[in-house]
């Protein structure tokens, strides 16, 4: 699977990840979510770089998913969820009234916790998005574009020849696969991952982590783990969120050999969490 | 002693016996749970199941075949010459005895001293009967009972025991219910062979006029009876069509609002509310039918220069078709509901829209639930009577012009069992073969159902 990824990569020029100051993506400024009376997150303020991968690392209930789901507002779907603060993407603010939201969610895709394909076919799973956004106007454009989708994925080799049966018959490790496909196959800019790997066994999260390092050429991408192992290998930028509040946040490298925050350094030693 | 009462002494030795398993095996451990193999109650029931079984076993056996075993032997003490009488002139004594021996009044005008004696006869044994019942029960479950509590001991499985007989319970419950539809379909089948006798199937299945009047007395005229099932079934399909055609998009827009679009709050209370709407006595939307909707049908159609009847396919269809709204929306929208948000997740991920992923993603996902429901509203339709015979009328016409009276085969079902009938004429065996039918028609629609509900299953973990 993995020459195809290095052969589209490769083909695609992929923008260098080393440049010096990387722009900024995302800025979250003075975020509060409230779900009813209960607050779930503290004035988050956290910028997120293009084309890096940033990690949000955390205990349970420290409102890292929340932060995640509130930047393509996935939290409208909760009734009782209120976000107050600003979240700008490209510097255009995403809960401002004149957004439209399915516009958003298009522009920052997301794969979630456990892998949920549709009760289709793994065709009609990643042409899903493409064709609801008219993104295609024929059939072989189509066809391009999922088995492009697919080996951005590294899934490609492994169903080009079952394409027509259902996406649910995969293994788990290719489910996520096919929702990471899926999630690609609308060109967005922003991919969020809500612990992708926490449902799959060390090999498959050994291939998926490989993906998102060869993701981030073209995509600027939020994970969730809580894998500090993971966090550290996939990750450039690392922030640290506990009791709702945003702790730290720096350079993974910098985040695992010397942070500043006591509590950081409890939690990535395992004193805590 | 009565059946009530003996039950009743059966009940009061098994609750004697749980208690006494439990004591006996607390006596046996020294007190200490710990040292039992089950938990005292299983003891407890152990014993109780060992007095119950047998005793409930014997009184289902004496209940059965009793009265056989005293008519016989009242037959064999009555006289020679009452003995050979025919089998109805017998069984009408036989009754007299017995209402005799109850002290209620007979067919006869005088009490002969033999129908005196035989009635004293009968009053007798039947009384022996009861002492001998009464005897062997209280044997049998306190000989259940001592011997049940020889055995208990800690080392006893008790638990796996009673598990064991629980088990078979539950056999024996889910036999009698299949036992009790292949009764019914084979009583069904055999009084249609006899219909068949009378009438060929072919003339029955395949003939296009209904009208089952036949002669009753020899003398009479003209009534020849036509027994040709198509206009019934066309008449079925008929209402049942249009009832469909208002409950399918009804319920299935009233469901998806419920499950996808509704704030939980109105989705608790309209949910029970259209629920009702199945509560309410068909024969109440029957006279709905009848006496509002059809004049308002044939009112109307006199506006736009129709010839709608008074009765009419069309009013009991659309009746029909609001009362079984429920059966459609309330299943349709557990369904939906039950399709994981994941996957609601995962659609509003990628930027579709609520409706996108209500036609591309749940509607899929609950295709087998939705189609499920669906055909349980065909069967309903196809099983309603009331709102039919009040509002569509009895004439067997052959139409698909819903303005125009049609009758279904429920509705013949009933006409042709209501009042007074031969029992072996042509005209009563036909509900039979009717039934048979409306059987045979709801059991394919159930065999469709099943296979798309298992040929589309979806699974999520």
Known sequence: MNQSISQDTTGATPVTQSDAAPGIKIKADKVKVFYGEKQALFDVDLDINENEVTSLIGPSGCGKSTFLRSLNRMNDTIDICRVEGSIALDGEDIYDKNVDVVHLRARVGMVFQKPNPFPKSIFDNVAYGPRIHGLVDNKSDLDQIVQTSLEKAGLWNEVKDRLDQPGTGLSGGQQQRLCIARAVAVSPEVILMDEPCSALDPIATAKIEELIDELRSNFTIVIVTHSMQQAARVSQKTAFFHLGYLVEVDETEKMFTNPTDERTQGYITGRFG | ?461
């Open chain 2, 1 to 461: 002693m009565s059946f009530p009462v003996l039950f009743g002494v059966l009940a009061l030795l098994t609750i004697f016996g749980y208690f006494l398993g439990r004591s006996r095996a607390l006596a046996t451990a020294g007190g200490h749970v710990r040292n039992l193999h089950s938990l005292p109650n299983y003891y407890g029931y152990y014993i109780g199941l060992w007095c119950a079984v047998p005793g409930f076993l014997l009184l289902l056996a004496w209940m059965g075949f009793e009265t056989s075993i005293l008519d016989g032997m009242l037959v064999a003490s009555l006289p020679a010459d009452k003995q050979n009488l025919p089998a109805a002139e017998l069984s009408l004594l036989i009754n007299d005895v017995k209402n005799l021996s109850h002290g209620d009044v007979t067919s006869r005008e005088v009490v002969d001293v033999a129908l005196q004696d035989a009635a004293d006869f009968y009053a007798h044994i039947k009384s022996m009967s009861k002492m001998l019942l009464t005897g062997i029960l209280v044997v049998l479950a306190c000989g259940g009972i001592l011997l049940a509590r020889q055995r208990i001991a800690p080392e006893l499985r008790a638990r796996n025991s009673v598990e064991k007989a629980a088990m078979v319970i539950m056999i024996i419950c889910s036999t009698i219910a299949v036992l009790t539809t292949l009764g019914i379909i084979l009583s069904l089948l055999f009084e249609s062979l006899r219909f068949f006798e009378k009438v060929h199937p072919l003339d029955f299945v395949f003939g296009l006029e209904w009208s089952p009047q036949t002669a009753i007395r020899k003398d009479q005229v003209g009534a020849t009876g036509l027994f040709g099932a198509i206009p019934l079934l066309a008449g079925t399909m008929l209402i049942s069509l249009i009832a469909m055609c208002v409950a399918a998009p009804v319920g299935l827009m009233a469901a998806i609002y419920m499950s996808e679009y509704a704030p939980s709050k109105v989705r608790g209370t309209v949910k029970p509310m259209l629920e009702i709407l199945a509560g309410i006595p068909t024969v109440v939307y029957g006279f709905f039918a009848a006496l509002t909707v059809a004049p308002f049908f044939r009112d109307w159609g006199l506006d736009f220069g129709l010839t709608i009847s008074s009765e009419s396919a069309l009013a009991a269809g659309m009746v029909m078709g609001i009362m079984i709204i429920p059966f459609v929306s309330s299943l349709s929208d557990d369904v939906m509901s039950a399709v994981p948000q994941s996957l609601r997740e995962g659609s509003y991920g990628l930027g579709a829209t609520k409706s996108e992923t209500i036609r591309q993603v749940i509607l899929p996902a609950a295709l087998p639930g939705i189609v499920g429901s669906l055909l349980l509203a065909v069967s309903r339709a196809i099983g309603e009577t009331m709102i039919v015979v009040m509002a569509a009328g009895l004439a067997a016409n052959l139409t698909a012009n819903p303005f125009e009276a049609v009758t279904t085969v429920t509705v013949q079902i009933v006409t042709l069992l209501v009042g007074d009938q031969e029992f072996d004429s042509a005209k009563t065996l036909a509900a039979f073969a009717l039934g048979l039918i409306l059987f045979c028609v709801t059991l394919v629609l159930n065999i469709i159902a099943l296979t798309i509900v298992n040929k589309y299953r979806e699974q999520y973990d």
